[in-house]
């Protein structure tokens, strides 16, 4: 499927190099780097108006960004395109797993400080060009630099530590054992310890906004995502449901059935026959599961703007009102108002907030430290514009906020139960949290 | 930090530093280092280090799992370079082959079958039969990868030596990562080789899809991949394997999703109405494709375009609502492009409003590029929707009125194809679109101008003014433009004689007498003759009578087109959902030459392909037209191609069609003219 693949700086130095096929030459890298990398830094490009896929003869090459670095697959003739894109972004949060330990970027100095690491790495993950194995576990059981990396649980700390003191080879052969052990789950390994058992649930929503002139919702989103850490010893089961047991209604009420996209370890079969969310979780941090809701919801916010336009004057007059309860409280609401270059402004007034004209982005910045529910705010303000142009005067409206401890779409963690051979208790935390996408009005 | 140890090295100070090393009592620490830098050197492809060929095959014999690995790894890189020194290495990986821990019987395996040599070939023959069988999992992998490497350096010999059927059993391994590993080798074999294909029974396929939620993902996509090789024999079949792999639709990985949304595509061809077996597959298939647009733009882009594939072939498949596709403000500008085609194929009566409304804010987007497509995609929906027109034409006369120059053009270019369309209606409002006459200044918007103007001269009333405009740099303009205006003078001079004559006049003196253009001079000398033979001289209303007959020829009819293309071709695609061609939407073969091609099989249950849009029936002979338009390795006739046999009317018209380009054809076209512009400078 893929025969060869690069990791580029944004200069166009190779960072990385792997051949898994001999269809493709070796300085088959030379075709992307003049034709796409430095081609884009010649012309200034616009970056997203390049396709990701460029195929020249019967070579394709299909790359992807990670902060300023290009991930590039080379494939020949015609293949699984989407699956190659869908291994480069697999790929990207492999690294980040292993040697960022968070989701920020990969930038050179972690690609060339593990360089041995990550190119025995992309010798196990694609077997003549087709992903295999893509498992943390897995890659450390073959490759004997990774667990130096890596050391996922006590378990494995201990076992390396026999390791290194007795030289012993059989620790390798049997954890590779385990890696293709079919009755285990490749994402969580046995024996795992803690002290106190505990699961955190983030319940975390992003709501996409667009209003309308008269603040009228032209169309609204919702996107959701629920993340778990879960710090559980053995081998628990978890069955996670947002309404009671068996019941499942409310969940088709709120949310239409296949907006779910679900992690690898929940039973989708299961799921599709008897509409219950089961899963053996892997240790540690993970995203469950994301959702989008599209239907009507109550927004949080709403914006009612008001242009007067005048001669060479506008003044735009914005209502802020919460929506939520008042037990909640919004932090760090920011309201950007974009105005095209040379429009001066004349006078801002707000009822409360600061709000501040920023020359250097040509935005009025009206701040909130703290809104809380069922409140109404002002912004009014007075622009001139030279040239007589204000009919067409467009500014751009942007809300920004952080509401803990509300999710806009209403949704409900009911249960969330573990079940485990040694049948201890856990301390289970719930969050909600909802954040503004893009929060926007349409003028 | 390992980033010491990279860059470019010369052999002579590695070849030292190895040499040190093993002075020592315990050099494994240093020889690592050494290899390190060895690595960083396979990465930066430098050649000179295969002279170290020796060096590193005796270090093999250390006995150390990892220097073992990263010697491995300079062995396949430099044996080309180094074929001597390297048969050294053979009897080592012989030994490794027989070796009790599996990890170097893997190591042994995948190392010997990666070198292209062909002792290395013969020795990979040997070593890999009996590791096909081997009691372990990973060595069972590795070896499957293997016979996929050495079918691919020689087909008949490996045939020959049965490691082809050791594969196949692979396939009923009691391991399921093994099974999808063979799958996945076999999958590669069958690419390469023209008489190979895959052969796996029903019973043995279901229980597979039945553990695939314990595999990896992306041994479920070779799962799902292979079980397109699956011919059902009935409905019930299919029917049987659909229902197995509905659930797919809900994983994470995108690959996996598509991947069966591929294989339910595919299954539907062997149920009469699948949609009514399923209550709500239409619409789990439509919130399978839309739940994955929150992916990074790179994907969604390739889902899209296979939104459209899926469109085009099976609309009764999908149900998703339009409003999905409108544009995100931070959308790149290729899924903007390519969601302006779904929000075209998706346009329908009832939501026209809707889809007009956010076409209106894009018109006046503050990217000129983006605005321009937009109209166009206006222009497009007008024509396919006949309710949609009026508003269409109203909201053109805004736009031409707006400060834009770029947009008054654009807008006057889409009038043209809305006016072949729908003839006579807008006669009327011309004259808001003639009034910008000084603002156009491209080359198609002059020419979309001079159209008009010529056609339509009686309904506009200061055709004459806009004409002399024209005229008065007609010597500067472009040669398609001085055709265009050519042909418009003729018209408005066969309409109104009197007031024309003297453009007429000018124009044909100039192209006849002054300009070195020979399609210029043919085409004056053509109207010259006509206007001056004396069939056309008789006085009174009939004078030119026959020439009115030739030139004012009603113009050609304008049809929406996006929606047809060819059966098989769109067949062939189906079959490739997910892949490289799905992106350009067209027969693989043109893409890949060297691709094998796909077609549905041969079953009892094949049903014949339904109509996926409820478009109006056309004549064939329209159809035929429209498919050799959405052939794309159709290059466009040049605008101001030499006069054809048919009336010089039609001539004009033809231009203009190919001037006003649709958007789906612009992106397709941008695609042909990069990849025949790199022609030139293919590799192999």
Same mark, same amino acid.
């Not at chain 2, 069972?140 to 050791?166: C, W």
């Given at each position: 499927?893929?025969?060869?693949?690069?990791?580029?700086?944004?200069?166009?130095?190779?960072?990385?190099?792997?051949?898994?096929?001999?269809?493709?030459?070796?300085?088959?890298?030379?075709?992307?780097?003049?034709?796409?990398?430095?081609?884009?830094?010649?012309?200034?490009?616009?970056?997203?108006?390049?396709?990701?896929?460029?195929?020249?003869?019967?070579?394709?090459?299909?790359?992807?960004?990670?902060?300023?670095?290009?991930?590039?697959?080379?494939?020949?003739?015609?293949?699984?395109?989407?699956?190659?894109?869908?291994?480069?972004?697999?790929?990207?949060?492999?690294?980040?797993?292993?040697?960022?330990?968070?989701?920020?970027?990969?930038?050179?100095?972690?690609?060339?400080?593990?360089?041995?690491?990550?190119?025995?790495?992309?010798?196990?993950?694609?077997?003549?060009?087709?992903?295999?194995?893509?498992?943390?576990?897995?890659?450390?059981?073959?490759?004997?630099?990774?667990?130096?990396?890596?050391?996922?649980?006590?378990?494995?700390?201990?076992?390396?530590?026999?390791?290194?003191? !007795?030289? *012993?080879? @059989?620790? =390798?052969?049997?954890?590779?054992?385990?890696? /293709? #052990?079919?009755?285990? &789950?490749?994402?969580?390994?046995?024996?795992?310890?803690?002290?106190?058992?505990?699961?955190?649930?983030?319940?975390?929503?992003?709501?996409?906004?667009?209003?309308?002139?008269?603040?009228?919702?032209?169309?609204?989103?919702?996107?959701?995502?629920?993340?778990?850490?879960?710090?559980?010893?053995?081998?628990?089961?978890?069955?996670?449901?947002?309404?009671?047991?068996?019941?499942?209604?409310?969940?088709?009420?709120?949310?239409? !059935?296949? *907006?779910? @996209?679900? =992690?690898?370890?929940?039973?989708?079969?299961? /799921? #599709?026959?008897?509409? &219950?969310?089961?899963?053996?979780?892997?240790?540690?941090?993970?995203?469950?599961?994301?959702?989008?809701?599209?239907?009507?919801?109550?927004?949080?916010?709403?914006?009612?703007?008001?242009?007067?336009?005048?001669?060479?004057?506008?003044?735009?007059?914005?209502?802020?009102?919460?929506?939520?309860?008042?037990?909640?409280?919004?932090?760090?609401?920011?309201?950007?108002?974009?105005?095209?270059?040379?429009?001066?402004?004349?006078?801002?007034?707000?009822?409360?907030?600061?709000?501040?004209?920023?020359?250097?982005?040509?935005?009025?910045?009206?701040?909130?430290?703290?809104?809380?529910?069922?409140?109404?705010?002002?912004?009014?303000?007075?622009?001139?514009?030279?040239?007589?142009?204000?009919?067409?005067?467009?500014?751009?409206?942007?809300?920004?906020?952080?509401?803990?401890?509300?999710?806009?779409?209403?949704?409900?963690?009911?249960?969330?139960?573990?079940?485990?051979?040694?049948?201890?208790?856990?301390?289970?935390?719930?969050?909600?949290?909802?954040?503004?996408?893009?929060?926007?009005?349409?003028? | 930090?390992?980033?010491?140890?990279?860059?470019?090295?010369?052999?002579?100070?590695?070849?030292?530093?190895?040499?040190?090393?093993?002075?020592?009592?315990?050099?494994?620490?240093?020889?690592?280092?050494?290899?390190?830098?060895?690595?960083?050197?396979?990465?930066?492809?430098?050649?000179?280090?295969?002279?170290?060929?020796?060096?590193?095959?005796?270090?093999?014999?250390?006995?150390?799992?990892?220097?073992?690995?990263?010697?491995?790894?300079?062995?396949?890189?430099?044996?080309?370079?180094?074929?001597?020194?390297?048969?050294?290495?053979?009897?080592?990986?012989?030994?490794?082959?027989?070796?009790?821990?599996?990890?170097?019987?893997?190591?042994?395996?995948?190392?010997?079958?990666?070198?292209?040599?062909?002792?290395?070939?013969?020795?990979?023959?040997?070593?890999?039969?009996?590791?096909?069988?081997?009691?372990?999992?990973?060595?069972?992998?590795?070896?499957?990868?293997?016979?996929?490497?050495?079918?691919?350096?020689?087909?008949?010999?490996?045939?020959?030596?049965?490691?082809?059927?050791?594969?196949?059993?692979?396939?009923?391994?009691?391991?399921?990562?093994?099974?999808?590993?063979?799958?996945?080798?076999?999958?590669?074999?069958?690419?390469?080789?023209?008489?190979?294909?895959?052969?796996?029974?029903?019973?043995?396929?279901?229980?597979?899809?039945?553990?695939?939620?314990?595999?990896?993902?992306?041994?479920?996509?070779?799962?799902?991949?292979?079980?397109?090789?699956?011919?059902?024999?009935?409905?019930?079949?299919?029917?049987?394997?659909?229902?197995?792999?509905?659930?797919?639709?809900?994983?994470?990985?995108?690959?996996?999703?598509?991947?069966?949304?591929?294989?339910?595509?595919?299954?539907?061809?062997?149920?009469?109405?699948?949609?009514?077996?399923?209550?709500?597959?239409?619409?789990?298939?439509?919130?399978?494709?839309?739940?994955?647009?929150?992916?990074?733009?790179?994907?969604?882009?390739?889902?899209?375009?296979?939104?459209?594939?899926?469109?085009?072939?099976?609309?009764?498949?999908?149900?998703?609502?339009?409003?999905?596709?409108?544009?995100?403000?931070?959308?790149?500008?290729?899924?903007?492009?390519?969601?302006?085609?779904?929000?075209?194929?998706?346009?329908?009566?009832?939501?026209?409003?809707?889809?007009?409304?956010?076409?209106?804010?894009?018109?006046?987007?503050?990217?000129?590029?983006?605005?321009?497509?937009?109209?166009?995609?206006?222009?497009?929906?007008?024509?396919?929707?006949?309710?949609?027109?009026?508003?269409?034409?109203?909201?053109?006369?805004?736009?031409?009125?707006?400060?834009?120059?770029?947009?008054?053009?654009?807008?006057?270019?889409?009038?043209?194809?809305?006016?072949?369309?729908?003839?006579?209606?807008?006669?009327?409002?011309?004259?808001?679109?003639?009034?910008?006459?000084?603002?156009?200044?491209?080359?198609?918007?002059?020419?979309?101008?001079?159209?008009?103007?010529?056609?339509?001269?009686?309904?506009?009333?200061?055709?004459?003014?806009?004409?002399?405009?024209?005229?008065?740099?007609?010597?500067?303009?472009?040669?398609?433009?001085?055709?265009?205006?050519?042909?418009?003078?003729?018209?408005?001079?066969?309409?109104?004689?009197?007031?024309?004559?003297?453009?007429?006049?000018?124009?044909?003196?100039?192209?006849?007498?002054?300009?070195?253009?020979?399609?210029?001079?043919?085409?004056?000398?053509?109207?010259?003759?006509?206007?001056?033979?004396?069939?056309?001289?008789?006085?009174?209303?009939?004078?030119?009578?026959?020439?009115?007959?030739?030139?004012?020829?009603?113009?050609?009819?304008?049809?929406?087109?996006?929606?047809?293309?060819?059966?098989?071709?769109?067949?062939?695609?189906?079959?490739?959902?997910?892949?490289?061609?799905?992106?350009?939407?067209?027969?693989?073969?043109?893409?890949?030459?060297?691709?094998?091609?796909?077609?549905?099989?041969?079953?009892?249950?094949?049903?014949?392909?339904?109509?996926?849009?409820?478009?109006?029936?056309?004549?064939?002979?329209?159809?035929?037209?429209?498919?050799?338009?959405?052939?794309?390795?159709?290059?466009?006739?040049?605008?101001?191609?030499?006069?054809?046999?048919?009336?010089?009317?039609?001539?004009?018209?033809?231009?203009?069609?190919?001037?006003?380009?649709?958007?789906?054809?612009?992106?397709?076209?941008?695609?042909?003219?990069?990849?025949?512009?790199?022609?030139?400078?293919?590799?192999?």
């Amino acid at each position: 499927m893929i025969s060869a693949l690069f990791i580029f700086n944004p200069k166009g130095d190779i960072l990385m190099s792997k051949f898994y096929k001999n269809d493709v030459r070796r300085n088959v890298h030379e075709i992307f780097r003049i034709q796409v990398i430095n081609s884009a830094g010649k012309y200034l490009a616009p970056q997203d108006s390049r396709l990701p896929v460029l195929t020249i003869g019967s070579t394709s090459f299909v790359s992807i960004r990670s902060g300023p670095l290009w991930l590039v697959a080379v494939a020949r003739s015609n293949q699984d395109c989407l699956a190659i894109l869908e291994f480069l972004y697999a790929l990207v949060h492999l690294f980040q797993k292993i040697f960022v330990h968070d989701n920020s970027p990969l930038t050179e100095s972690i690609i060339l400080g593990n360089f041995v690491n990550i190119f025995e790495i992309l010798g196990e993950v694609l077997e003549f060009g087709y992903p295999s194995n893509m498992e943390p576990s897995y890659l450390a059981s073959v490759i004997p630099g990774l667990s130096d990396v890596k050391v996922k649980s006590i378990e494995k700390k201990d076992s390396d530590l026999r390791r290194k003191i !007795l030289g *012993d080879k @059989k620790a =390798h052969s049997s954890s590779i054992d385990q890696a /293709y #052990d079919a009755s285990r &789950v490749s994402w969580r390994e046995p024996g795992i310890k803690y002290r106190k058992n505990e699961i955190f649930l983030n319940v975390d929503e992003k709501v996409n906004v667009l209003l309308g002139r008269s603040g009228e919702l032209l169309r609204s989103q919702i996107e959701g995502a629920i993340a778990m850490k879960c710090h559980l010893s053995g081998m628990p089961m978890c069955r996670f449901g947002f309404s009671g047991e068996g019941v499942d209604e409310d969940l088709r009420d709120t949310i239409t !059935l296949d *907006d779910f @996209k679900f =992690h690898k370890c929940v039973d989708l079969a299961k /799921y #599709d026959s008897d509409q &219950v969310i089961a899963f053996v979780p892997p240790d540690g941090l993970f995203q469950l599961m994301n959702y989008t809701i599209t239907e009507a919801h109550s927004l949080p916010f709403s914006i009612v703007p008001t242009l007067t336009t005048g001669a060479e004057r506008v003044s735009l007059n914005l209502r802020l009102t919460s929506n939520y309860s008042s037990l909640s409280t919004a932090t760090n609401a920011i309201l950007h108002v974009q105005v095209p270059p040379g429009v001066a402004k004349h006078t801002i007034r707000s009822s409360q907030g600061k709000a501040k004209f920023k020359s250097g982005e040509n935005a009025i910045v009206w701040k909130f430290a703290k809104f809380f529910g069922h409140q109404t705010h002002e912004l009014s303000i007075d622009f001139e514009i030279p040239g007589g142009s204000a009919a067409s005067f467009k500014p751009k409206i942007s809300l920004d906020f952080t509401l803990e401890t509300h999710n806009a779409s209403g949704l409900q963690v009911k249960f969330l139960k573990v079940l485990e051979k040694s049948n201890y208790r856990t301390v289970k935390w719930v969050k909600y949290c909802t954040q503004a996408g893009s929060y926007e009005v349409r003028i | 930090m390992d980033a010491n140890y990279f860059g470019k090295c010369k052999a002579s100070e590695l070849r030292a530093e190895i040499g040190q090393a093993r002075k020592k009592g315990k050099p494994n620490a240093r020889v690592k280092v050494v290899l390190k830098k060895i690595i960083s050197n396979i990465i930066l492809n430098k050649v000179e280090l295969a002279s170290l060929m020796n060096e590193v095959v005796y270090l093999l014999t250390l006995d150390d799992y990892e220097i073992s690995r990263l010697c491995s790894h300079y062995i396949v890189h430099y044996a080309a370079y180094n074929p001597e020194d390297a048969l050294n290495a053979l009897e080592i990986y012989h030994r490794f082959a027989q070796d009790k821990d599996p990890l170097l019987r893997a190591l042994s395996v995948k190392t010997v079958s990666s070198v292209r040599q062909k002792d290395f070939f013969r020795q990979g023959l040997i070593i890999t039969r009996p590791l096909l069988d081997d009691n372990n999992p990973h060595v069972r992998t590795a070896a499957a990868f293997a016979v996929a490497r050495l079918f691919h350096e020689n087909q008949v010999k490996v045939v020959d030596s049965g490691l082809i059927e050791g594969l196949n059993d692979l396939l009923y391994d009691e391991n399921k990562n093994v099974v999808a590993s063979a799958l996945a080798a076999l999958d590669s074999i069958i690419q390469s080789s023209p008489s190979h294909s895959l052969n796996v029974n029903k019973e043995h396929l279901l229980s597979l899809i039945a553990g695939i939620g314990t595999t990896s993902e992306w041994k479920q996509v070779s799962l799902l991949d292979a079980l397109m090789s699956y011919v059902p024999q009935s409905s019930d079949d299919a029917l049987e394997m659909m229902d197995a792999v509905l659930p797919c639709f809900l994983h994470e990985n995108t690959a996996v999703v598509l991947n069966s949304v591929k294989l339910v595509v595919y299954l539907s061809n062997f149920i009469a109405s699948p949609e009514s077996n399923f209550s709500g597959l239409d619409k789990r298939l439509g919130s399978a494709l839309v739940s994955m647009l929150s992916k990074p733009p790179e994907i969604q882009f390739l889902v899209l375009r296979n939104v459209i594939l899926i469109l085009l072939g099976r609309r009764y498949l999908v149900d998703v609502d339009v409003e999905l596709f409108f544009w995100n403000l931070d959308d790149p500008m290729y899924i903007k492009d390519t969601k302006l085609e779904i929000i075209y194929l998706l346009a329908d009566e009832g939501n026209y409003e809707i889809v007009f409304r956010e076409l209106e804010e894009y018109a006046t987007d503050v990217d000129v590029k983006m605005a321009r497509k937009a109209i166009r995609a206006f222009g497009n929906l007008s024509i396919k929707l006949e309710a949609a027109a009026d508003r269409c034409v109203a909201l053109l006369i805004d736009l031409l009125a707006g400060e834009s120059p770029r947009i008054a053009q654009e807008a006057m270019i889409v009038m043209t194809n809305i006016l072949r369309k729908y003839q006579n209606t807008y006669d009327d409002t011309l004259d808001h679109f003639v009034i910008h006459y000084k603002t156009m200044e491209d080359d198609d918007a002059k020419i979309a101008l001079s159209w008009i103007l010529g056609n339509y001269s009686e309904s506009i009333t200061f055709t004459s003014e806009a004409l002399k405009y024209l005229c008065d740099t007609y010597e500067k303009e472009s040669v398609p433009v001085q055709l265009a205006i050519m042909t418009a003078v003729v018209k408005y001079y066969v309409a109104n004689p009197l007031d024309a004559e003297s453009l007429v006049l000018q124009v044909l003196k100039y192209a006849t007498e002054e300009s070195g253009n020979p399609d210029l001079r043919e085409r004056g000398l053509f109207y010259w003759r006509m206007i001056t033979h004396e069939y056309n001289a008789e006085p009174g209303p009939n004078l030119q009578k026959y020439t009115k007959h030739v030139v004012m020829e009603r113009r050609c009819q304008i049809t929406p087109d996006a929606e047809n293309i060819d059966p098989a071709n769109l067949e062939e695609l189906e079959l490739n959902i997910g892949t490289l061609a799905s992106i350009y939407l067209k027969s693989v073969r043109v893409v890949f030459r060297f691709a094998k091609q796909k077609s549905l099989p041969k079953s009892p249950a094949l049903q014949e392909r339904r109509k996926s849009m409820s478009s109006p029936k056309k004549s064939s002979k329209e159809t035929n037209r429209k498919h050799e338009l959405m052939r794309l390795d159709n290059v466009r006739p040049p605008l101001y191609s030499a006069p054809r046999s048919r009336s010089t009317a039609s001539i004009t018209a033809d231009s203009l069609a190919d001037s006003v380009e649709r958007p789906s054809e612009s992106l397709k076209n941008k695609f042909v003219r990069r990849a025949s512009s790199m022609m030139g400078k293919k590799h192999t």
